[in-house]
């Protein structure tokens, strides 16, 4: 469903991505841990084309590019109406209410009718827990809350794959949970779902596939289980054991 092969990034003289290689099955979780400077989020904003790999090839459900070979805008667009993408800060328009924030992706880019998918939002905005919150503005919003709009925003675009860049990073511990939930109910959807976290708790319960990223690489990957418990990477063992202390 999503496949990455030989994928390469730099930025100037410093090479961020060495020869990713990824396949990514439909209604799977993959969970991308690893210190900062890994290149996790590097490799999640590749996979929307938000950064342009250096070469590789990036697939998803057979609209594929060719990185070495002159990129087009439209192949770009293709693969971008296919991802959905959350990121560390809310990124909310702060002129506009959740249920605008959640109109304005099908409205303003994929020009659909705004009646037709008033309803869509509304029902999204319901299922991350927010449909009493439909009138609300960004600042009347705490950041757990803001995060969920974030993600019905995404998901209203329908995307197949959707990508969260430590979603809860910049969250209270307290409000952490909240958008958690929101997550582990899209992956018992079916969701297909590429997540960067430190969350390990969670990463354990959703994940179907960890991988442990260091340098540009990725040096494990595996069942939650077998990584966090059975790690046979000498860089992963220590980076767990860190987290453990």
Same mark, same amino acid.
């Given at each position: 469903?999503?496949? &990455?092969?030989?994928?390469?990034?730099?930025?100037? #003289? !410093?090479?961020?991505?060495?020869? %990713?290689?990824?396949?990514?099955? $439909? =209604?799977?979780?993959?969970?991308? &841990?690893?210190?900062?400077?890994?290149?996790?989020? #590097? !490799?999640?904003?590749?996979?929307? %084309?938000?950064?342009?790999?250096? $070469? =590789?090839?990036?697939?998803?459900?057979?609209?594929?590019?060719?990185?070495?070979?002159?990129? !087009?805008?439209?192949?770009?667009?293709?693969?971008?109406?296919?991802?959905?993408?959350?990121?560390?800060?809310?990124?909310?328009?702060?002129?506009?209410?959740?249920?605008?924030?959640?109109?304005?992706?099908?409205?303003?880019?994929?020009?659909?009718?705004?009646?037709?998918?008033?309803?869509?939002?509304?029902?999204?905005?319901?299922?991350?827990?927010?449909?009493?919150?439909?009138?609300?503005?960004?600042?009347?919003?705490?950041?757990?809350?803001?995060?969920?709009?974030?993600?019905?925003?995404?998901?209203?675009?329908?995307?197949?794959?959707?990508?969260?860049?430590?979603?809860?990073?910049?969250?209270?511990?307290?409000?952490?949970?909240?958008?958690?939930?929101?997550?582990?109910?899209?992956?018992?959807?079916?969701?297909?779902?590429?997540?960067?976290?430190?969350?390990?708790?969670?990463?354990?319960?959703?994940?179907?596939?960890?991988?442990?990223?260091?340098?540009?690489?990725?040096?494990?990957?595996?069942?939650?289980?077998?990584?966090?418990?059975?790690?046979?990477?000498?860089?992963?063992?220590?980076?767990?054991?860190?987290?453990?202390?």
């Amino acid at each position: 469903m999503l496949s &990455i092969k030989d994928l390469h990034i730099n930025f100037g #003289t !410093l090479e961020v991505l060495k020869g %990713i290689d990824l396949n990514i099955a $439909k =209604g799977k979780v993959i969970v991308v &841990i690893g210190p900062s400077g890994s290149g996790k989020t #590097t !490799l999640l904003r590749c996979l929307n %084309i938000l950064e342009t790999p250096s $070469k =590789g090839v990036l697939e998803i459900n057979n609209q594929s590019i060719d990185f070495s070979q002159k990129v !087009l805008r439209k192949d770009i667009s293709a693969i971008r109406r296919q991802t959905g993408m959350v990121f560390q800060t809310y990124n909310l328009f702060p002129h506009l209410t959740a249920l605008e924030n959640v109109l304005e992706g099908p409205v303003t880019v994929q020009k659909r009718n705004k009646r037709d998918v008033h309803p869509e939002a509304v029902e999204l905005l319901r299922k991350v827990g927010l449909g009493d919150k439909v009138d609300y503005y960004p600042y009347q919003l705490s950041g757990g809350q803001q995060q969920r709009v974030g993600i019905a925003r995404a998901l209203a675009m329908n995307p197949e794959v959707m990508l969260f860049d430590e979603p809860t990073s910049s969250l209270d511990p307290e409000l952490v949970g909240e958008v958690l939930q929101v997550m582990k109910q899209l992956a018992q959807e079916g969701m297909t779902m590429v997540i960067v976290t430190h969350e390990m708790n969670f990463a354990r319960e959703v994940a179907d596939e960890v991988l442990f990223m260091d340098g540009g690489h990725i040096l494990e990957r595996g069942h939650p289980e077998e990584v966090f418990s059975y790690s046979k990477n000498e860089r992963a063992r220590q980076f767990l054991n860190l987290l453990n202390e």
